[in-house]
């Protein structure tokens, strides 16, 4: 079992309007493949219903650093009452989804996620010792990357979802 | 006898859950057709049909194999089930066709077994040997090729399955 520390703890973004689920989805799948993340997606859930669809998709890319250390950011993307719509602009005709959308994103520092350092107590305590006073410039530096990368996706969307305002 | 390092390893590569009307028997055909296509061997290891008030309960388990190398076998294993089912008549595109409507649980997780022919199998000097094979030798082939490899190739069928049953997120960066 790793040992999990909370660098960004939900961070949110709450949009009601228009924009397109898809393209918000490539958008925040783009950027963990451009940075260097594999892809998890843990769940997928759509629900038609009356009001419109219902959409929550749980992302958890990582990161492997090193055999010691491992990035974890989770993606939460809550979307209700989306319905397609029919826009015109500058002459062309867009289809776009028109809905309410909640993005929740939390960053994560795994370490020891192979569980090397767990199988004695000796490991575990020389373990702790060695997070507590000699990695600690390193693990430093690992946070900042991880505050870093969700910050910048939290602008990338914050910037896609503005460019559906006008 | 000890775990041999990275011997079996399963991934579990995502959960979809939906709730809409589907061309049920379509959607099987198309996920089987997927797997046949990329040369896996298909099982249906289990099936389930049991009839309720509010419409038929379906437990479908299937197991999809592939002798990728002499050492190395890959595993799709699919667990769907399909809750009040019930036949509707919807009209697209100017005609009447037959479709499900249903709550459906689709789960997907591949497994990446090593040494399937049990040719290090035996005694305990042998699983030593095979475990610091793994370990020193041929650790980056088996985490970057097969495990790497095969959840991406996985995460195809998932893509096939969320675009089949038309999600809006079905897109992905590759």
Known sequence: MAETETIVEDRKITYEGLFSVSDLYRLIDEYFAKIGYDKVEVKNVEVVKPEGKFIEIRLEPYKTITDYVRYVVSVRIICSEIKEVEIKRDGHKLRLNSGKAQIIVNGYLLTDWEGKWESKPVYYVLRALMNKYVFQPITGKYKGEIAQNCEQLVSNIKAFLNLYRY | ?174
């Open chain 2, 1 to 174: 006898m000890a775990d041999v390092y990275l011997q079996k390893v399963t991934q579990k590569v995502g959960t979809i859950r939906f709730h809409g009307v589907v061309d049920l028997n379509g959607f099987l055909k198309m996920m089987r057709d997927w797997l046949i296509d990329h040369k896996y061997l298909f099982f249906e290891r289990e099936f389930k049909s049991k009839i309720n008030p509010e419409g038929v309960k379906k437990e479908i388990s299937w197991t999809a194999y592939l002798e990728a190398t002499e050492y190395a076998k890959y595993t799709i294993d699919l667990t769907m089930i399909f809750l009040n089912c019930i036949d509707v008549e919807v009209v697209k595109n100017g005609q009447k066709i037959k479709l499900t409507s249903t709550r459906g649980l689709i789960e997907i997780a591949c497994t990446c077994e090593l040494d399937p022919f049990k040719r290090f199998g035996g005694n305990k000097w042998l699983q030593a040997l095979q475990d610091w094979y793994h370990k020193y030798i041929i650790k980056r082939e088996i985490l970057f090729i097969h495990l790497d490899g095969l959840y991406y190739h996985t995460l195809k069928l998932q893509r096939a399955i969320k675009e089949y049953l038309e999600f809006e997120a079905k897109t992905s960066a590759k």
